[in-house]
T-cell receptor, first 115, second 113 residues
């Protein structure tokens, strides 16, 4: 009964490189959410996806960030040309349905460090 | 513009006593509230939730109270145990919206043996 899986758990990139973060939702879940946590802060919503669709990307920075959730395979959060300010913990969550009162279950996170 | 506020960054209680964690919100459209517990280097773990049609929800040692008129909710843990030591996040969502959760900054609870 695997939970939400994220990999890698730790990722180190130099400024200007690309970072790819992967998330596999819980079995039976078709809704994926990405959140970012800066040091000493709460989690901030970035994007909400269903299979092959972006439902809400209101929390995504306008440039360099993109997300996808293909029909097959994990959801990917992609950060191009990383900068030091992108250093954070990125958490993925999944839920079963859309609608009222659905708990989101979180993965262990990917800790991105930009040198 | 913080829509969910946890004004106490930390709380320390004795084992066996009650822990009360507080959360305030400003968005009157929020109608579903959740508490998550987080250990260092792990993802948040769902604890308990409450919808706006209720004012109390209980699950074992954990009880959440909601005061809609005051836009305030609290999490009570009784009795507190050392294993409860973690950061607790309050979160809220708006039904009919995108289901995104809006989080507070968290309260670090320490339960002393």
């Amino acid at each position: 009964n695997a939970g939400v899986m994220q990999n890698p758990r730790h990722l180190v990139r130099r400024r200007g490189q690309e970072a790819r973060l992967r998330c596999s939702p819980m079995k039976g879940h078709s809704h994926v959410y990405w959140y970012r946590q800066l040091p000493e802060e709460g989690l901030k919503f970035m994007v909400y996806l269903q299979k092959e669709n972006i439902i809400d990307e209101s929390g995504m920075p306008k440039e360099r960030f993109s997300a996808e959730f293909p029909k097959e395979g994990p959801s990917i959060l992609r950060i191009q040309q990383v900068v030091r300010g992108d250093s954070a913990a990125y958490f993925c969550a999944s839920s079963r349905d859309r609608g009222s009162y659905n708990e989101q279950f979180f993965g262990p996170g990917t800790r991105l460090t930009v040198l | 513009d913080q829509q969910v506020k946890q004004n106490s960054p930390s709380l320390s209680v004795q084992e066996g006593r009650i822990s009360i964690l507080n959360c305030d919100y400003t968005n009157s459209m929020f109608d579903y509230f959740l508490w998550y517990k987080k250990y260092p280097a792990e993802g948040p773990t769902f604890l308990i939730s409450i919808s706006s049609i209720k004012d109390k929800n209980e699950d074992g040692r954990f009880t959440v109270f909601l005061n809609k008129s005051a836009k305030h909710l609290s999490l009570h843990i009784v009795p507190s145990q050392p294993g409860d030591s973690a950061v607790y996040f309050c979160a809220a969502s708006e039904r009919g919206g995108s289901e995104k959760l809006v989080f507070g900054k968290g309260t670090k609870l320490t339960v002393n043996p």
